[in-house]
Structure formats: structure tokens, C-alpha cells
Nanobody, 123 residues
Framework: QVQLVESGGGLAQAGGSLRLSCAAA????????AGWFRHDPGKERELVAA????????YYADSVKGRFTISRDNAKNTVYLQMNSLKAEDTAVYYC????????????????WGQGTQVTVSS
């Protein structure tokens, strides 16, 4: 079992950057693959990026490819999402999630979720 806590959200200008962190307050995060999702009211929840149990396998949605980078530091029990060249359409609540086996499918079931962190990009 793992308990996830996100941080790093906030307000940014278009073209700016933010880095989200997802720390495992409880449990060993290295035993799980992870994903970052986002949800904006009126839109479907989107799988933004996913990462395996190490940094060797990653997935990015087309909407963020080349702008966002997912990574993890298992020594710190933390997964990151570096967001560069932010756009107004990146505005959403971002959630970190964990599952035992890596998947790049937006339909994959994740077992553990963080509470979410708001990202707002002003144009």
C-alpha cells in the first residue's frame, strides 16, 4: 500500500514552468509504476504521463509531448512532472497515481491516488 501526496501546483503564466512532486508518505514507491493525470471540469480525465518502476520506460500524451517530463527518484520515494512551455489549456487539477504494473493506457486502473494539486495557467 502507498499513500501519495502531491505538491508544486499553483499559478503560472503562459510559457512558464512548474514542477509537480508526488511523494509517497507511506509505503515504498519504487514498487509501483506511476502516472500523472489531469482533470478540468467539462473535460475527460486525461493521462498526461506515465513511468515505470525505474526511469527506463515513459509515456506522454500527445498534448504534452516535448513540453512535460516525468521522472522519479526512488531514493526519495518521489515522482516528478516537470512542465515547461505551459499553455492555458494545461489548466486543470493534476493527480498522481500508482499501480503495480506499468501501463500507458488511459483506461488502466490505478490503485492509489493523491489528493490533487491545482495548476492554473494564465494567458
Amino acid at each position: 500500500q502507498v499513500q501519495l501526496v502531491e505538491s508544486g501546483g499553483g499559478l503560472a503564466q503562459a510559457g512558464g514552468s512548474l514542477r509537480l512532486s508526488c511523494a509517497a508518505a507511506k509505503g515504498t514507491f519504487s514498487m509501483y509504476a506511476a502516472g500523472w493525470f489531469r482533470h478540468d471540469p467539462g473535460k475527460e480525465r486525461e493521462l498526461v504521463a506515465a513511468i515505470g518502476k525505474s526511469n527506463s520506460i515513459k509515456y506522454y500524451a500527445d498534448s504534452v509531448k516535448g513540453r512535460f517530463t516525468i521522472s522519479r527518484d526512488n531514493a526519495k520515494n518521489t515522482v516528478y512532472l516537470q512542465m515547461n512551455s505551459l499553455k492555458a489549456e494545461d489548466t486543470a487539477v493534476y493527480y498522481c497515481a500508482a499501480r503495480r504494473v506499468y501501463s500507458d493506457s488511459r483506461l488502466a486502473k490505478y490503485d492509489y491516488w493523491g489528493q490533487g494539486t491545482q495548476v492554473t495557467v494564465s494567458s
